[in-house]
Structures are given as C-alpha cells and as structure tokens.
C-alpha cells in the first residue's frame, strides 16, 4: 500500500509509519551510522605500504551495518530479502517519514545512508 505524506508517495501504510517511529532497529541504524561514519569511510582508504590481510574495519562495518538494515526492512516487509536498489527507495521513504514528522536530522542521516549505498550500487559492490 502507498500513503502520500506531503505529495510524496511512500511505500508503507499508516501503521508501517507509526512503527517507524517506535521502531528500536531503526534507532540504532541511526545511532551506529552517526557513531561510527566517519570510522567507515576512513577505513576505505587503502594504503599499498601495509600488508594487513585481516578484514578491513569498513569490510565488517559493512557486514554488521547490512544486518542491521536487513532487519529493519523485515519487520516492514517480512520474507522479503532486498536488493540494494529496493534499499535505497527504503531509505527515501524513511527520510520523507521524518520530514513529515518534523525530524530534520534523521532525515539528513537517512539520506546519507543513502547517498553511501548509490555509491556501492554505482561502483557495482555486493
């Protein structure tokens, strides 16, 4: 089902955005994204001097991070695993849910999941 939430149409239904607002996954995604971003992308810059053949700290941010996002898109969409395109347009529904409950810095996180998942679909990345 698709609501309009200020002329933008969403794919949730009006409970999908009351539990998004009650949602705890949801929480930490932000929370764990806003910790730990700056970590993540410092650890995507590969320096050719070291020979560390141990995953890199972006490799299991990405692992733990996908989780996290999986189960979050689950409790919305059970039985339902997405591909990271259907995650993206996740994302946006999310960002348009907290600018019409008022929540400007969720929804600039939400987008700046975003923009780091265009990336990795971009760069054809699993």
């Known amino acids: 089902m698709v609501v309009k939430l200020n002329g933008l149409r969403v794919n949730r239904t009006e409970f999908m955005i009351w539990q998004y607002q009650n949602s705890i996954t949801k929480r930490k995604i932000l929370q764990t994204w806003r910790r730990d971003k700056q970590k993540f992308l410092r650890s995507l810059i590969w320096d050719k001097n070291t020979n560390n053949h141990t995953p890199s700290y972006a490799i299991q941010f990405y692992k733990d991070f996908k989780s996290l996002l999986y189960q979050s ?22 960002a348009s849910i907290c600018r019409y409950i008022g929540n400007e810095k969720d929804e600039n996180t939400w987008l700046d999941i975003r923009k780091c998942a265009r990336v990795l679909i971009d760069g054809q990345l699993p």
């Open 73 to 94: 898109y689950s409790e919305e969409f059970p039985k339902k695993e997405p591909n990271l395109i259907e995650l993206c347009d996740w994302f946006s529904d999310n």
